[in-house]
C-alpha cells in the first residue's frame, strides 16, 4: 500500500493482507501504526511496516472519477476542478508555480523592486495582448438603469471596461516613484492555437524609472544575468525537494 499526505513524495506501507477491508479501497483517509524501517529498495531509503490499519475516510469509487494507475487527458482532468490538484501532474504543476513565484518575487525585492498590485478591470485594451473580455452587468434591465449614453457595453464608468491582461501600462504611470513589479492574472481568448481558446496564466510586469533609451544595452543584460540566476535558482530548489 502507498500513502500521500499532499507532499511530492509516498511512502509505501507493508501490512498484513488481513488487515485490510473491503472500505480500504483507492482514495480512502486511513490511520495507521507502525515501524519506520529501512527499505531494501535503491528508490526508497524509508517504509512502514504497519502493525494496525483504520480507515477513517471511505471513497465511493463508482462516483470517484479518477482510477489508480490510470492516464487522463488534460481535457478531462478540466472537467473536474475540484479534483484535478489530487493528480500528479496537477500537483507538480502547483509546487513548481509556486517555486517560481517566489524565487522572481524574492529576487526582484532585493533588487529594491516595489510590489505593485494592478487593477483588473480597465479600459484600454493592453496594446493588443489577446482578446479582452468585457465586463457588463448580466442583466439588460440593470445595464439600462447604469449607463447614462444609452449603450449597454458602457454601463460601467460610462465607457468600454475589461478584464486586464496586462499591469504594464499601470506600472509606467508610476514607474517614476522607483523600481516596480506587478503580479497580474490574465484571463484571455487566443486564436493563434486553436480557435477561441481560453487562456489563464500569470504575467509578471515590471518598470524602472532608471530604464533610458541609452541604457538599453546595459538593461539587457541586466536582464539576461537575472534569468540565469533564476533559472539555476529554481533548478536548485527542485532538485534539493524532489531529487528523488
Known amino acids: 500500500m502507498h500513502i500521500s499526505d499532499g507532499s511530492p513524495e509516498q511512502i509505501q506501507v507493508i501490512i498484513p493482507s488481513f488487515l485490510c477491508n473491503e472500505e480500504c479501497t483507492f482514495n480512502s483517509a486511513v490511520e495507521i501504526s ?36 490510470k492516464y487522463y487527458p488534460p481535457e478531462y482532468l478540466r472537467q473536474q476542478i475540484h479534483l484535478r490538484p489530487k493528480t500528479n501532474i496537477y500537483a507538480a504543476i ?16 532585493q533588487d529594491e523592486f516595489i510590489s ?8 484600454n485594451d ?3 495582448a489577446g482578446e479582452v ?4 452587468p448580466a ?26 491582461v496586462s499591469g504594464q501600462l499601470h506600472l ?21 492555437i486553436l480557435a477561441g481558446e481560453y487562456l489563464r496564466f500569470l504575467r509578471l510586469g515590471q518598470r524602472s524609472v532608471q530604464r533610458t533609451l541609452e541604457h538599453d544595452g546595459i538593461w539587457q543584460n541586466l536582464e539576461c544575468s537575472k534569468l540565469k540566476y533564476l533559472s539555476v535558482k529554481i533548478y536548485n530548489l527542485f532538485s534539493r ?3 528523488n
Do not use: H
Request: hydrophobic residues 35%; contains cysteine; proline residues 5%.
Open 34 to 69: 507502525g515501524k519506520i524501517v529501512q527499505s531494501p529498495k535503491p528508490n526508497q531509503p524509508l517504509e512502514i511496516q504497519g502493525d494496525t490499519l483504520k480507515v477513517v475516510g471511505t471513497q465511493d469509487l463508482e462516483k470517484y472519477p479518477f482510477g489508480p494507475r
Open 94 to 109: 502547483l509546487r513548481l508555480s509556486s517555486l517560481i513565484t517566489i524565487s522572481l518575487q524574492n529576487t526582484l525585492i
Open 116 to 123: 505593485v498590485s494592478t487593477p483588473i478591470l480597465t479600459s
Open 126 to 128: 493592453c496594446e493588443g
Open 133 to 136: 473580455f468585457l465586463v457588463r
Open 139 to 164: 442583466s439588460d434591465e440593470l445595464c439600462r438603469e447604469m449607463g447614462n449614453n444609452g449603450k449597454l457595453e458602457d454601463s460601467y464608468f460610462n465607457k468600454k471596461v475589461f478584464l486586464t
Open 172 to 192: 509606467e504611470a508610476i514607474a517614476g516613484y522607483r523600481q516596480m513589479f506587478t503580479f497580474t492574472s490574465v484571463d484571455n481568448i487566443s486564436f493563434s
Open 241 to 243: 525537494r524532489w531529487k
